[in-house]
């Protein structure tokens, strides 16, 4: 069955970086779209970033277009989400997602940035 399992989230200061990481398992990796989301406290869950099957269309939500870079790495049918000049609105549990004929999501990783 798809497998998504998000790491490297923590507690961080303003400015400061982060690298996440989501493995996957299950179904064809290199094939599909990935994307990374972010759910904060009272908010919806919102799109971050989108990178295509061979890496080769990657979008980025406005407020973190600049600071945050998609990537991944097919042979370890691993995607992940570099985070640099962190601001403290960018705390939130950030979750890996794939539709592989259904939405699939991972467990979520905890990332804060507080001073």
């Known amino acids: 069955q798809v497998q998504l399992v998000e790491s490297g989230g923590g507690l961080v200061q303003p400015g400061g970086s982060l690298r996440l990481s989501c493995a996957a398992s299950?179904?064809?990796?290199?094939?599909?779209?990935m994307r990374w989301y972010r759910q904060a406290p009272g908010k919806e869950r919102e799109l971050v970033a989108t990178?295509?099957?061979?890496?080769?269309?990657?979008n980025y939500a406005d407020a973190v277009k600049g600071r945050f870079t998609i990537s991944r790495d097919n042979a370890k049918n691993t995607v992940y989400l570099q985070m640099d000049s962190l601001k403290p609105e960018d705390t939130a549990v950030y979750y890996c997602n794939t539709v592989v004929k259904a939405d699939y999501w991972g467990q979520g990783t905890q990332v804060t940035v507080s001073s």
């Open positions: 299950g179904f064809s990796f290199s094939f599909y779209t």
């Open positions: 990178i295509s099957n061979g890496s080769r269309i990657k």
